[in-house]
């Protein structure tokens, strides 16, 4: 039986399904967390073979001397895998330390982590990448936002989702993101790029080869989401386009990609932009080597009528999968705010839609910066029904 180290499987709230299928393929799942054995879920503890309660899963210490227990318990670990971008580092310095070969190492953070390292591998692939600057002094600063204009984006180098992101259309502004930026971060400016973002969510095999593929588009930007407290919306396609397909493929070689649950996010040009391409065309944004965040493995399983859970486990135990996808529909995700009067109430939303709505649930407080207060998922067979469903639920009352 071998042994799989899940970091982390009690949140996001949906990770338990990870490991309820590697269990039934006969995994030996081993829980770390730092949430109290008890207060776990029924479905959960019965997901797991063992669980390891950690005071803070923050302290890397403890975490160590967990898995250091699970080896001397179980014997070698064959997989470490959180599924979280927020641990990415810790799990690659977990498998180089404890000599845990299916996955990432620490030698190969950089180029997943940084978004300045990823161009080059991006360009490797033949993709077209931004113009950017790796944020110094004024002087350099300044020189870069005068060959490429305003506006121009600054985020952390090394940043999870839009924290701390800036979008900077004059010089008033950008006097003001040196005072506010971080002094201990190194920040990434790029050319501002008038595009909606396109993803390339897929299971890989060891081989490089997809399991799965499936794509969303996020019509608005989530630093604007998060920077307005605006509603949040993206939707998984009913069809990957052909370009992403391709686009995705090639940054899985040229990456390096193996046995790995994958989302990588493009810009679709919604203008021609000098040196990038013209309207439609797509170029690089960042990779992340994990599922999509939230939701969004259960809406791939509502627009594919299919189990990503059950695949990435077949991925993980047997390297291949029975798992065929069913009839394909769009699913919408709506992020609604708690502060905003919208035309239609919960219950106007559920009799309209009820027999569309897959979920209906409160956003956990973590999320919600990202993510909206309430949201609202449903599946559609037309465009032209996904885009009357968002008309209906963010319109706002006068």
Known sequence: MKNFVFISPNFPTNYWLFCRELKKNGMNVLGIGDQPYDELTEALKSSLNEYYRVSNLENEDEVYRAVAFFIFKH??????????EYWLERDARLRTEFNIRSGFQTKDIPRIKYKSKMKEYYKKAGITVARYHLVDNWENTMGFVQAVGYPVVAKPDNGVGASHTFKIENEEQLKA??????????????????????????????????????????????????????????????????????????????????????????FRLLKDQEGL??????????????????????????????????????????????????????????????????????????????????????????LSGAM???????????????DEFYKDVLECRE
């Not at 069913?326 to 609604?336: I, M, P, Q, S």
């Not at 909206?372 to 996904?386: D, H, P, S, V, W």
Request: contains cysteine; charged residues 30%.
């Open 75 to 84: 014997g070698r670990i064959d997989w470490l895998e959180s599924n979280n």
């Open 277 to 366: 391409g013209k309207k439609g065309d797509l170029m690089a944004l960042e990779v992340n080597m994990r599922p999509c965040g939230g939701v969004s493995p259960d809406m791939m399983d509502f627009a594919h009528s299919t189990d990503v859970y059950k695949i990435w486990a077949d991925m993980v135990a047997f390297d291949k999968t029975d798992m065929k996808p069913g009839e394909d529909n769009y699913c919408a995700f709506a992020g609604l705010r708690d502060n905003k009067a919208y035309a239609m109430s919960r219950e106007d939303i559920m009799e309209k839609y009820g027999t569309r709505i897959k979920m209906a649930e409160r956003i956990p407080d973590v």
């Open 372 to 386: 909206g207060n309430q949201m609202y998922i449903a599946t559609f067979r037309t465009k032209e029904e996904l």
């Open 177 to 266: 993101f040196f005072e506010e930026k971080w002094e201990d971060t190194q920040y990434i400016m790029e050319e501002f790029i008038n595009g909606e973002v396109n993803s390339y969510d897929a299971i890989i095999d060891s081989h490089g080869t997809p399991l799965f593929e499936a794509g969303n588009v996020t019509p608005m930007s989530i630093m604007d989401i998060v920077n307005n407290e605006d509603n949040s919306i993206f939707y998984i396609l009913k069809h990957l386009p052909e370009d992403t397909r391709a686009m995705g493929r090639a940054t899985v070689k040229s990456f390096g990609v193996k046995s790995r649950f994958v989302h990588f996010e493009f």
